[in-house]
């Protein structure tokens, strides 16, 4: 049951419906439980196990070190009198190391269990490839391993949750089904958004009362979401897919093909994922639970800091809280630091800044290593995160170089050109990233790079994107897809400059001003566009959400 | 106040729930019907008032490119039509009968089993089960159908053939002509054409032909599992409800070396068709021997073209006058009337197709020539084009 059915749509409506009748507004939050419950286990109940593990192991673990800190708490004040300072930074320090083994046993329980599924076969097959270039006749098995759905949504918020339990940032759940429902919350299972206990568990216990405004955004949100999904991005991937059907077939592609590939990876991307996370967000609005938007209008951004300020928010919220800012100010790196400002080259104005910047540089190579990392076990989302991280750690070492070259050349910031210039550059950058994200491997996504360069034939994409005869088959989509693709990227661009225009508001509140007869129509008018544009039903092979996989 | 509120929400959303609704069906059963030459036969079939038609042909495209009811009814005074959807799987077959038994009951029946003759493994689209479905009355004809042989995961697009057909948006302005042709029709009651549906071309077979060695041949392959169970529920259906005016038939074909089990497999399905005290007729395997000339009687190997069709509905109509004594029924003044708009049509498309034939125009850029003739808007148009400009020209030029 994806988020793009009918069942599903049919299953949130009986959810709602149950929702706000049980009289009982204590207890409302059982009913989001059941339903998170029987769609995981419609979805994937073979798997079920794993997601019940890491919950119930969270949860106590979580209460476990509640009861350390707790206690030592409770120690530290009977001391009072008795322990002198240096005792007391003693206890305080080993109940630091104890709780930071106690997280750490959680947090290797349940990473372990990703890193086995996820990426096992690709450390065995690196292996392989190491020991069998050395002559080395050993060869790790491969075996067959599956990801159970939402794991690394889960695992990731889960871990934070522990991580802020360790941080004493709240007060830990006790109740293991309301942790579960925190855990597997249905609308956002599939793919996130990776969500803080502060600002999500809340809502979903408290019981809410039937809201026709909530209701009816979270119903026109669904449709945006739809919109975006069905009718581009399972109509954009149908070209994608058949560039990348095979390796073969995929170097066989003029360069101008393959960057048209690339641009519109970039469109199905970001409306797959936007599209779903929209739909997630829709019915939890519906429930009265406000879930964080993933997405700010990425491909304005103008550095490739801020668009990873404006894609995918929630992964890149749990990175900072959680990787970024404890790398960032660890020992390690500020000892970094302080050392090279105390160096010859650190005295110097450009070593100065270098010296200041360098652990937010690393923190943010590793991050963006882990990021690619996150997104698969494949050589080419090593490559995907490093490019990243790489762009954004030399970026911040060379912001003064940037900053002196705009001044010495007098450019306003402000200019509508150069601020175009910065989201034109930008997306450039996003896109060289994408080239490894969408290419079958690593290599290939070299190619493709260099095909950039040499293999520009617009005379043959033509042919190869619309197909010539029999000879050359084209991508699968006939030329009124393509206008229809272009259309709908218009119809996001528009609905993303308001957006941008007014951040203050939603597009929602904007319409819902506006006079009923128009707002009826638009409604009608979308339902009706995705049920005759949208890519759905048999005749077509629907696409999975891509961040599913993740 | 409150009250007041909830009530125009509700009327709101009730209203746009309705209009979605109603759009939906708008589109399904118009904007966005699967639209062809299928279509516009299987709603031809249906115009026909029941008890006129003398005898019915079912089965797939090589019964509607190989059987002319205009010309039948021309040369031999019995009305006739082939209830034929392309490529069609041999799970319709019954209900296909069925059908025409319900609204026709014509005298004879005559079925082809080329739907037996696939094995498991080249079983027809699914899609091609759409064309008989979505084109027939949703009785319990129709309703037995879905239940027994469509998957279940697939059976609400059955139910619903926008989900299916939804995005044939995209063959918008190319299937206008038939959906115009489709309101002539409606508006006529009757199709010029009678179902059938031609491709202008003389076919040269360029690979081993294993047609020469027929005669003789009483080889046989089994059936594929489904295929045989279809064959056998269709027998056995029609010996427990005593209907007996129906003849198997095989038409002729260009069989090629690696066809050559098809053939086989058409010798198979008529042991058993006999074997339930059921006539095969096997035109494929006497198709030399009875003057069918395979360097000019197909367009390609699986159909007759206008030449060879006038043959097979030759021998067709000798069959059924000849060896089942069909009587042509009695036609009223408009029913006459109407068959002989069919008959100067058809004469239009003879000699229409013989000319593109004769001038090998197929494949060929010739602007303006349509080698695939059909009951559409733009070939009657073609058609009519032909006979103004060249009136002295074919077989049924008028003289």
């Excluded at chain 1, 360790?166 to 990776?194: D, H, M, T, W």
């Excluded at chain 1, 590939?261 to 939890?284: C, E, N, P």
């Excluded at chain 2, 239009?348 to 125009?361: A, D, F, P, Q, T």
Aim: hydrophobic share 45%.
């Amino acid at each position: 049951m994806t988020y793009t059915s009918f069942n599903f749509l049919l299953f949130v409506l009986a959810t709602v419906v149950i929702y706000f009748i049980l009289p009982w507004k204590k207890y409302r939050w059982t009913v989001l439980l059941v339903a998170s419950c029987v769609f995981y286990a419609l979805a994937s109940y073979k798997y079920a196990a794993f997601i019940i593990f890491t919950s119930l192991s969270t949860m106590l673990i979580a209460l476990w070190l509640e009861k350390v800190n707790k206690k030592g708490k409770a120690l530290l004040k009977e001391k009072k009198g008795e322990w002198d300072r240096e005792q007391k930074k003693a206890f305080k320090d080993k109940q630091k190391i104890k709780k930071r083994w106690i997280m750490a046993l959680c947090l290797i329980l349940n990473f372990g269990i990703l890193a086995f599924l996820k990426y096992f076969n690709f450390f065995a097959g690196s292996l392989n490839d190491i020991l069998g270039s050395f002559g080395v006749s050993f060869s790790a098995p491969m075996l067959k391993l599956f990801l159970p759905l939402g794991i690394s949504f889960y695992t990731f918020q889960s871990m934070g949750y522990i991580v802020d339990i360790y941080r004493e940032k709240f007060e830990a759940q006790r109740n293991p089904f309301k942790f579960l429902l925190f855990v597997s919350f249905f609308p956002q299972i599939i793919q996130g958004p990776i969500s803080h206990y502060d600002q999500l568990a809340p809502q979903l216990f408290e019981g809410h009362d039937f809201d026709f405004t909530r209701f009816k955004y979270g119903c026109e949100l669904i449709l945006w979401g739809f919109f975006k999904k069905l009718v581009i991005a399972d109509r954009a991937v149908i070209a994608i897919n058949t560039v990348i059907a095979t390796p073969e077939g995929y170097n066989g592609y003029s360069g101008t093909t393959l960057t048209f590939t690339v641009l519109l990876y970039a469109l199905q991307l970001y409306a797959d994922f936007s599209g779903g996370i929209d739909i997630s967000r829709g019915v939890a609005q519906i429930f009265g639970i406000d879930m964080i938007d993933n997405f700010k209008r990425p491909y304005f951004s103008k550095s490739i800091n801020e668009y990873w300020r404006r894609w995918h928010i929630s992964l890149g919220a749990w990175m900072k809280d959680y990787i970024f800012n404890p790398l960032a100010i660890s020992s390690a790196f500020l000892n970094a630091s302080k050392k090279m400002k105390g160096s010859r080259f650190g005295k110097t104005k450009a070593g100065a800044h270098i010296a200041k910047v360098l652990p937010t540089a690393f923190a943010s190579l590793i991050v963006f290593l882990l990021v690619g990392v996150w997104h698969g076990a494949n050589y080419k989302y090593v490559a995907f995160g490093l490019w990243n991280g790489v762009i954004i750690m030399l970026s911040t070492l060379m912001q003064p170089l940037f900053d002196a070259w705009v001044d010495k050349w007098h450019v306003n910031r402000k200019n509508p050109l150069f601020i175009f210039f910065q989201i034109f550059r930008t997306f450039l950058v996003v896109l060289v990233g994408y080239v490894f994200d969408v290419a079958p491997s690593f290599k290939q996504g070299m190619m493709t790079i260099s095909r950039f360069f040499t293999g520009q034939n617009f005379a043959l994409a033509g042919q190869e994107i619309l197909g010539k005869g029999k000879e050359i088959p084209g991508l699968g989509l006939g030329w009124k897809d393509y206008v229809l693709l272009g259309v709908c990227c218009v119809i996001v661009l528009i609905v993303s400059i308001i957006q941008e225009r007014h951040a203050d508001t939603t597009i929602r509140e904007m319409l819902d001003k506006k006079p009923f007869i128009l707002r009826f129509l638009l409604l009608f008018i979308g339902v009706v566009a995705i049920i005759i544009l949208g890519i759905y039903g048999s005749g077509y092979a629907a696409a999975d959400f891509v961040y599913m996989q993740f | 106040m409150k009250k007041k509120l909830y009530i125009t929400r509700t009327v709101k959303l009730i209203a746009l729930t309705l209009l979605v609704f109603l759009s939906a069906i708008i589109l399904q059963d118009w904007v966005l019907r699967r639209v062809d030459h299928n279509t516009l036969r299987m709603d031809a079939f249906y115009m026909e008032k029941k008890g006129t038609l003398d005898a019915v042909l079912v089965g797939a495209s090589d019964v509607y490119a190989g059987y002319s009811a205009p010309y039948a009814y021309e040369k031999y005074g019995y009305t006739s039509f082939p209830f034929a959807t392309q490529a069609s799987p041999s799970n319709i077959v019954l209900p296909q009968i069925k059908e025409v038994i319900k609204y026709q009951n014509p005298k004879m029946i005559v079925v082809e089993i080329n739907a037996f003759l696939y094995p498991d493994n080249k079983q027809p689209a699914e899609v091609n089960c759409h064309l008989f479905a979505d084109n027939i009355p949703r009785d319990q004809i129709w309703r037995d159908y879905i239940e027994k042989e469509v998957p279940e995961d697939t059976r609400i697009e059955y139910y619903i053939p926008l989900l299916k057909f939804h995005g044939s948006w995209n063959e918008y302005p190319w299937k206008l002509k038939y959906l115009s042709a489709d309101i002539k029709l409606r508006n006529r009651g009757y199709a010029l054409l009678r179902g059938y549906k031609t491709v202008s071309k003389m076919f040269t077979a360029n690979e081993k032909i294993a047609n020469s060695k027929f005669e003789n041949d009483d080889s046989t392959k089994p059936l594929g599992p489904i295929g045989e169970r279809c064959l056998r529920e269709t027998l056995e259906y029609l010996k427990e409800n005593d209907i007996h005016n129906v003849v198997f038939t095989r038409f002729p074909h260009i069989v090629r070396q690696r066809d050559y089990a098809r053939f086989k497999r058409g010798n198979r399905a008529g042991e058993i068709i006999e074997s339930y005290g059921y006539d095969f007729v096997n035109m494929e395997r006497y198709a030399l021997r009875d003057g069918f000339d395979l360097e000019h009687d197909w367009y390609n190997w699986d159909h007759l073209n206008i030449f060879g069709a006038e043959k097979c509905t030759d021998y067709i109509a000798d069959l059924l006058l000849n060896k089942y004594g069909l009587e042509p029924s009695e036609q009223t003044a408009q029913q006459k009337e109407n068959w002989q708009k069919s008959v100067e049509c058809y004469h239009k498309v003879y000699n229409y197709s013989e000319s593109l034939i004769e001038r090998g125009v197929f494949g060929t850029k010739d602007a303006g020539l349509r080698t695939t003739v059909e009951e559409d808007d733009e070939t009657l148009r073609l058609i009519d084009e032909f006979a103004e400009n060249y009136p002295d020209y074919g077989k049924y030029a008028k003289k």
